[in-house]
């Protein structure tokens, strides 16, 4: 049975805990030995539990799913380079964040825990909601109140019981983790088990992609549950002589909030604290990633980058892939817009795969005055 690993200092622990971090502080890692059989994941339906055997939920009957995964892989063309799109904000509840849900809450199901709390900016409350709902688990979320009602409606009518904090992202963060003190902490961003739901992004590429992976991924980068998850998936494919090697991972942060990509660039090895102004990307306005480390040593292990995006830039994007037919929010349009300035220096032969992470339908006010105030 997989352990709970510390990066840090290499303590070890039982996953049968409602611990969230290690004694020193540090997120958690998960010890598990994934296994691929071609044969057995042809046989599945088309969704993320086709990988069942990479997967860490002990029995099958833990599983909570409503159909997700498996996304289409689409080919896009910006100025001449083409890259491909996993069509994400698909998922059940309208973004990615339900790969990691499924898999997180179906854990908390095997464990027998009867109410969780988390924080968000949204999505990855909407999602956790979700799946509590259909597990029977009592669910309390924490927002700012800030962000868009879309999201904050869905998690009241999923039936969580949502608590809007009046002020910023990191006060919602710590008052959830004075409430994670008696409950269950299903955060996506301190619970491996939310990354070993993300990383299925890498197994669907892997197959979409003819049992191959791609030379380059350009993924969103808030806490960086994305890029961490590909990151694992394609290292377990790895390790199991699957794949040749890792993508070269190029992550996007909103110009206005880049803690990461400021730590890049001076080649720190973890974020500092930094100022954040206001951002269209709501959901990669993090000023202090909980696994900032974790995602600056993928980074760098790849050979890969950082790139920011202006709130122009952001409002651009959207509204283009808008006229492809995709009603993105304003945090995958950021993702979009990176994509474009990566684009422009790659060789024409480079296979590059990024993602729509959340529907545009959440968002609508935030949508309607980026447009009013650029008449774009
Ligand atoms: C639509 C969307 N895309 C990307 C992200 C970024 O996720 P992360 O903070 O894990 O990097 C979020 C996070 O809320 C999101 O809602
Ligand atoms: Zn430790």
């Known amino acids: 049975m997989e352990k709970f690993f510390c990066p840090e200092c290499h303590r070890t622990y039982s996953v049968n805990t409602t611990r969230w971090r290690c004694d020193c502080g540090s997120p958690l890692d998960l010890e598990f030995t994934p296994e691929f059989s071609t044969e057995k994941i042809l046989k599945r339906r088309p969704g993320l539990w ?94 700012p109140r800030s962000i868009s009602s879309g999201k904050l409606v869905q998690i009241q009518t999923y039936g969580a019981n949502l608590k809007k904090i009046e002020g910023s992202r990191e006060k919602t963060a710590r008052m959830t983790m004075e409430a994670a003190k008696k409950n269950y902490y299903a955060s996506h961003c301190w619970n491996p088990y939310f990354l070993h739901g993300t990383k299925t992004f890498a197994f669907e590429i892997w197959e979409q992609m003819g049992w191959k992976s791609p030379d380059t991924l350009v993924l969103p980068i808030g806490h960086g549950t994305l890029l961490l998850g590909a990151y694992i998936g394609f290292k377990e494919l790895k390790e199991a002589k699957r794949v040749k090697r890792i ?14 990509y400021q730590a890049f660039k001076k080649g720190l090895r973890e974020a ?90 959440k968002a609508v006010e935030k949508i309607e005055i980026s447009g009013k105030s650029r008449n774009l």
Not at 98 to 106: H, M, Q, W
């Open 50 to 143: 086709r990988y069942r055997e990479a997967i860490p939920i002990q029995k099958d009957g833990s599983i909570l799913s409503m159909g997700e995964g498996f996304t289409p892989l689409e080919e896009v063309e910006f100025n001449g380079r083409s890259a491909l799109l996993k069509i994400d904000y698909l998922f059940p509840t309208g973004s990615y964040k339900d790969r990691g849900a499924a898999v997180l809450i179906s854990k908390a199901k095997e464990l027998g825990i009867k109410k969780v709390v988390e924080d968000s900016s949204g999505n990855a409350g909407s999602a956790i909601a979700a799946y509590c709902a259909r597990a029977g688990i009592e669910c309390g979320i924490y927002a």
């Open 247 to 260: 993508p070269k991972l190029v992550g996007i942060q909103s110009a206005s909030c880049a803690p990461l």
């Open 272 to 361: 500092q604290s930094i100022e954040k102004r206001e951002t269209l990307a709501e959901g990669i306005a993090i000023a202090n990633p909980v696994r900032g480390r974790q995602v600056l040593e993928a980074i760098r292990e790849t050979g890969g980058e950082i790139l920011t995006v202006t709130e122009k830039e952001i409002g651009i994007a959207l509204r283009e892939m808008g006229r492809r037919g995709h009603f993105i929010e304003p945090t995958s349009a950021a993702t979009i817009a990176g994509l474009k300035k990566y684009l422009r220096g790659t060789r024409s032969k480079e296979t590059v795969v990024s993602s729509l992470t959340g529907t545009g339908l």
